[in-house]
């Protein structure tokens, strides 16, 4: 009878584990997601990495418009028109709106003579040399790409920390709720046991009420652990721009440490550090070319027209009618034009309007330094703790394997003792409570040294010592 309760005792849990085998092996088959794969999908994915591209994208074409601004500018125009040619003495100005340009005779009433006529110009003009005001122009939108770019580069590098933290966090996620798994069917076990024990008169009825309460205690941390990985699950598939799901990660986390702590990147070298440097040589620049844009422009210019007019040479409308209403006529090109020269201009007073320009930048360019210096003594701070944490995680992982023996032995002896009715209860709940904080524990202290790991690689801005040791 006594071997009969003990196998009516391990059958669920036997059909438990049975019914766990399939699902344990279609995670198996599945092909785990690599922290080195999810980081370029996310790279790829994430809308503020693409939107970084685009401005850099957009300032580099700046750069190449600027440098065209060394090319000539030829304007060419082609008119025909049909008109009068009344010409008047007197004062003329024009106010708000275009006005004609006739030009005729002198008459002393008004003539409704009209003709066709034609103007064809082709103007250029080319500022040869600027005195480096061009050359200015063209370093501070390259300066601007620089900076783009390195908001880019830091834009990368600070989403690729965050989507290996994700990532760590969901390891942890998805084993906390193994461990309170493995609880749960431990506690429903001794549930098993003390009720047997309750029935059969060995055991007071309070151990029946005591092992059912730490059952419900039980399965509540586990569906605290499974609401846990569902939000840490909804900010990792955040982090890389995909729809969330259940992920299958690479548990090799849980078996090994890093084997190289140590980097020797600056701090300077930080993309962040970088991206604060360009914004210090943008504002040099911008300055540079506004103290540069007083500077005057050599152009040289030439100017080449041809006119057509139905109205002849010696046309009066008072003496004769020597016009032509023909359309070919007065589009015919009949005199010609040029001009070329040389010019050099230069607002005098330039150097008063933008001198408090120039002030304002410069204090621009000092509130820049002191971010950058800032941003440098944070990430030095990090730095020192990020060292830190690394060592006393170590140190955790050297004695958190100790932990876990010590209280697998004592809920092994509680478990046993408690059998033979040699313990109590309370004794049992203890040794349970101490193993699943164990397990926990031993979890944890994996995935602590990896992220220490990880907030040194943020800091110093070598990525690599990371990327190094994982798949």
């Not at 049909?82 to 024009?94: A, E, K, R, S």
């Not at 005591?210 to 900010?235: F, G, H, P, T, Y």
Request: hydrophobic content about 40%.
């Amino acid at each position: 009878m006594q071997l009969y309760k003990i196998r009516c005792l391990y059958l669920p849990v036997l059909g438990f584990i049975l019914l766990l085998l399939p699902i344990q092996m279609l995670y198996a088959q599945a092909e785990p997601l690599l922290l080195s794969d999810v980081i370029n999908t996310g790279l790829n994915n994430y809308q503020s990495i693409q939107a970084k591209r685009n401005y850099y994208n957009a300032t580099v074409a700046m750069v190449q418009n600027t440098r065209n601004e060394y090319l000539p500018n030829v304007v060419g125009s082609l008119q025909q028109d049909f008109g009068t040619v009344n010409g008047q003495f007197g004062p003329l100005t024009g106010y708000g709106a275009l006005g004609v340009s006739s030009s005729g005779p002198s008459n002393i009433s008004q003539s409704w003579h009209a003709a066709f006529g034609s103007s064809y110009l082709i103007n250029t003009n080319w500022e040869v040399f600027t005195f480096g005001r061009l050359t200015s122009k063209i370093k501070w939108y390259q300066a601007q790409a620089n900076r783009d770019s390195a908001d880019l580069t830091q834009e990368q590098f600070v989403q690729s920390v965050r989507i290996s933290s994700a990532y760590l966090n969901l390891l942890i996620a998805q084993r906390l709720i193994s461990t309170a798994k493995a609880n749960v069917e431990r506690v429903m076990f001794v549930q098993r046991a003390v009720l047997a024990r309750t029935r059969s008169g060995l055991n007071a009825g309070v151990d029946s009420s005591i092992v059912n309460a730490e059952v419900s205690s039980a399965k509540l941390a586990l569906i605290n652990a499974n609401n846990n990985e569902l939000q840490v699950r909804n900010q990792f598939a955040q982090s890389i721009n995909i729809t969330p799901t259940q992920f299958v990660l690479d548990t090799s986390f849980f078996h090994n440490i890093p084997s190289e702590l140590n980097t020797t990147v600056d701090v300077s070298q930080n993309p962040q550090v970088k991206y604060y440097q360009t914004r210090i040589d943008v504002s040099n620049q911008e300055a540079d070319y506004i103290k540069k844009s007083i500077l005057p422009g050599l152009n040289l210019f030439g100017i080449f027209q041809t006119r057509g007019s139905g109205f002849d040479y010696d046309y009066s409308p008072v003496l004769n009618d020597n016009y032509s209403k023909n359309y070919f006529t007065g589009i015919t090109p009949k005199r010609m034009n040029y001009a070329t020269g040389i010019s050099i201009a230069w607002n005098i007073l330039s150097p008063k309007k933008i001198s408090e320009q120039v002030r304002s930048q410069q204090f621009l360019t000092r509130a820049y330094e002191n971010e950058y210096d800032l941003v440098t003594t944070q990430l030095k701070a990090q730095l020192i703790l990020a060292d830190e944490q690394l060592q006393n995680s170590l140190q955790s992982y050297k004695e958190v394997p100790m932990q876990y023996k010590a209280a697998s032995d004592a809920y092994l002896q509680k478990s046993v003792l408690y059998k033979n009715g040699l313990s109590n209860i309370i004794d049992v709940q203890q040794a349970l409570y101490l193993l699943n904080r164990a397990e926990t524990d031993l979890a944890v202290s994996y995935i602590n040294v990896w992220q220490a790991l990880l907030q040194k690689a943020a800091a110093s801005g070598d990525f690599n010592l990371l990327l190094r040791q994982v798949r």
